[in-house]
């Protein structure tokens, strides 16, 4: 490692002026390996070497989700080397998503940069974060392929890269199921990630400008402002709750010319908040219905551009779809040679490994405990995944101290009390300041349900102090009370 | 006016849910026409007919930057309707948004939407904001062609519609000029809009992140961290400073690994700020220089996608190109058939009007004086603008007031005092919180310079309370303070 510093800084007091110098100076580092098995002209597959006896083991950690970013930022880097292979370089505060749609919060205040998490990806020489898939695994030869993210930028072509793992944590998250229907991916939009909740605004605006345009019809007006959330969860929840309190409370004044035409309308299948406590969701209903938000019963059959159709054959004109039906494996978890948890996950054991393959970890909504553990699958929560990632980092460091860190040198070590997960309560909030909290240990289980106003600052204060950085935490309660003094945001930007 | 009131409140009550009753209400209202000549299925062409004359006179303006939105919030909403006819729904305070590209501001803080501008526009039954091109105009029937913006929506095709005004204020600002260079509009990004500063920001911040990768030639490196900025007007002029400043403080920090390849060169055909006073001028060369900008003399003769090559041969690799060399009329401004000021814009007297053409105005960067009037052209500038769109307001609110109001009405009506503008000064900021100010009348006048942190901090919160709302005031305030304290944001959200 200190050879790589060494050559680092070598090739810093060398160079030049580009102007002046348009020779470059040309650095073979130990570190950055070239394959030549490609012709050199196109050579675009290297990657990061083994580890030797002597430098940091490395761990490797796939995804920056709750559970990756997690177990970043407890990960000790006086004992690892961390690098961080994700298309996404920050993490999403995704309990606060709904509310960027409407502008109650700034995008940038859900993102916290990894490099913030971690502060070593970004300074320790050999830590590093890559935006980057990973496309493939190799658990014999301890190695991850990945290919570059370079989607915004035409000049330059994706390639590929290997890196090679001490330790491999998987926590690459699940996908959103569309249950095979017609046209979601088309037309609908998901609420997973800060381009989402982008794109809902942008559409959310622009639609409530055009149907203030001369030459609209009623019925075209009506239709584009018509939202449809489909999926009743905690998210489809969240988000109906915040549209309609931004119609309540913004649409109505700045938007007076179309204020009778805005609808809100939730499809779930069959109970909203299914696995909350009955008075919990009974005030759910009652406040959302409240608020003007449609609850409709109903399966979706079909999505086509402008309505969707239920399987009662009722045609739904929308002008903004947004589908929240919760999460499935995704295709590259699909494809990996792993033993299974129900439901199609990466089967893991108690200590969160992935049994008979050496060296590798999966966590948060990608993983599952196999049956062979007798323990249920977990619910798909940023708070399991948050845990997991505490745990593990707890594990890896406690491997690295006793010296268990390298490759196949953990057989002899002693890993302690396996993964208990402890429920701590679901939280859904229904707009303006109100919130449920269920304090349940499970579904059949007895236990405490609040509701209302103190159950919502108390449990956003006791999330926000999480993962989020102070920066971030002061932009949430500064966005928070400035929506409350100067009202929403509602610029087309 | 009361109708068109009376006719919302019967629709309104009468709407009922949607998916209750799919047959929707249609409700002719007097103001919105629809035009006969299309097919029904096809009914596209609307518009907002004359008024009448117990209605209010109806001002139409065209445009959305410094000089339409300072007129319309001086506008007196008792004595007109205002129509904003824009592609975009907010004013972007020009003055900075290169702070926005680097982080040290958000996005939203230099957006102020219209309808917080101008209220009247959100919620008069007889104002309206339409997000349009305008596409032409009739002087004789006193009418302008208008095209609805609908990108970012492909469920909508856009359709045309006519507005009718009683007075027309063009203010559509300029163009970015290119001096018909190949390339510049495909390869490099203006810095005019919001949108340009996103775009600038992801790009720099993918090509930090893809610098980092394995596999990456030192060459292309380098490429992809040479951010080139062509033009060393006052826009270019603080673009380098702040990126500069951003490398200095940020990037050493968050991106260390790449650090050293990372340099900024502007470039300028002949003295950077060269409106700008003699010591001034030194002063700034001097603190861009020290902060790691190299200056470069030389005109652009091609723009490729990865380089730039200058007239004397020179090839300039670039990751990221900035094009700030000024701007000239819009090929809609050069389509109109009035009388143009020299350099092509339209043609005013001075009272702003377009002679000969009966109740139009032109204010801002699309105006100039015409050479009967013996006076100068004025420089694109947000000062100019500004001033012009606030005598505007008073003289139209004096001619409104005095009974002119209306189309054809103001013949009679004494105008006053002429526009008379005084430059009080020109301002720079070059990174870290140092700005020149240039108190001269003009060029060859003396007076007097000031420069350091005292005039950035002075000017800037003088410039501030001009249009901003106090909302956006306080976001601008708590942006910088945040800053100072964590450091800039380095999301690529």
Same mark, same amino acid.
């Given at each position: 490692? &200190? ?11 060398? &160079? ?81 998503? /709904? ?22 990806? #970004? @300074? ?12 493939? $695994? ?9 290919? *570059?993210? *370079?989607?915004? $930028?035409? *000049? ?19 996908? /959103? ?19 989402? /909740? ?9 639609? $409530? ?12 007006? #009506? ?35 179309? @204020?009778?035409? !805005?609808?809100?309308?939730? !499809? ?40 969707? +159709?239920?399987?009662? %054959? ?9 589908? &929240? *039906?919760?999460?499935?494996? #995704? ?14 996950? !990466? ?15 999966? =966590? ?17 929560? /940023? ?6 990632? @505490?745990?593990?980092?707890?594990? $890896? ?27 701590? %309560?679901?939280?859904?909030? =229904? ?10 240990? &499970? @579904? ?7 509701? %209302?106003?103190?159950?919502?600052? !108390? ?18 309660? =500064? ?13 087309? +930007?």
């Amino acid at each position: 490692m &200190s050879l790589f510093r060494n050559l680092i800084q070598h090739s810093t007091s060398k &160079s030049k002026p580009l102007l002046t110098n348009p020779n470059f100076l040309f650095t073979s580092l130990s570190h950055f390996t070239t394959d030549t098995h490609t012709s050199p002209s196109l050579t675009r597959y290297a990657g990061l070497e083994p580890t030797k006896g002597d430098e940091k083991p490395r761990v490797v950690v796939l995804g920056s989700g709750w559970a990756g970013c997690r177990l970043m930022k407890g990960l000790d880097t006086e004992l690892y080397d961390v690098v961080c292979v994700s298309p996404r370089n920050h993490m999403v505060f995704t309990p606060l998503l /709904a509310s960027t749609c409407v502008g109650t919060l700034e995008f940038r205040s859900v993102a916290e940069p990894i490099g913030r998490i971690q502060p070593a990806i #970004s @300074k320790a020489p050999g830590s590093y974060f890559f935006l980057a898939n990973c496309t493939g $695994l190799d658990a014999e030869k301890h190695t991850v392929d990945c290919e *570059t993210v *370079t989607d915004g $930028l035409d *000049t330059v072509d994706p390639w590929k890269f290997k890196i090679s793992y001490d330790k491999l944590v998987v926590a690459m998250g699940a996908e /959103a199921s569309t249950f095979g229907i017609q046209g979601v991916k088309e037309h609908a939009i998901f609420l997973r990630e800060v381009h989402h /909740a982008q794109e809902i605004r942008r559409k959310l605006l622009l639609n $409530l400008m055009l149907s203030e345009m001369p030459g609209i019809s009623e019925e075209e007006k #009506s239709r584009l402002l018509h939202c449809v959330v489909v999926g009743g969860g905690p998210t489809g929840v969240e988000f109906s709750g915040e549209l309609s309190d931004f119609i309540m409370r913004d649409v109505r004044q700045r938007y007076a010319h179309v @204020k009778d035409y !805005i609808h809100v309308t939730l !499809i779930e299948a069959n109970e909203i908040l299914s696995s909350f406590d009955d008075s919990l969701r009974h005030y759910a209903t009652k406040q959302l219905t409240k608020s003007g938000v449609r609850l409709v019963r109903g399966v979706v059959k079909d999505v086509k551009s402008q309505k969707l +159709i239920l399987t009662d %054959g009722t045609e739904v004109p929308y002008g903004l779809l947004v589908w &929240s *039906t919760g999460v499935g494996p #995704s295709p590259f978890v699909k494809s990996l040679e792993f033993p299974k948890s129900p439901g199609g996950r !990466i089967g893991i054991d108690e200590w969160l490994r992935v049994p008979s393959v050496p060296d590798v970890f999966a =966590i948060g909504d990608c993983s599952g405990f196999l049956e062979s553990t007798s323990r249920p699958v977990l619910p798909a929560l /940023a708070q399991v995944a948050e845990r997991q990632g @505490k745990y593990l980092a707890s594990l $890896l460091n406690k491997i690295g101290k006793d010296g268990g860190g390298h490759r196949n040198c953990d057989k002899d070590i002693e890993f302690g009390d396996p993964f208990v997960y402890r429920h701590l %309560g679901s939280m859904a909030t =229904i707009g303006r300041y109100k919130a449920l909290v269920d304090l349940r240990q &499970s @579904k059949e289980a007895k236990g405490l349900a609040l509701k %209302g106003f103190t159950s919502w600052f !108390i449990w956003r204060s006791a999330y926000l102090t999480r993962v989020i950085s102070w920066r971030n935490r002061f932009y949430v309660a =500064i966005n928070w009370a400035t929506t409350f003094v100067f009202g929403r945001d509602i610029s087309r +930007i």
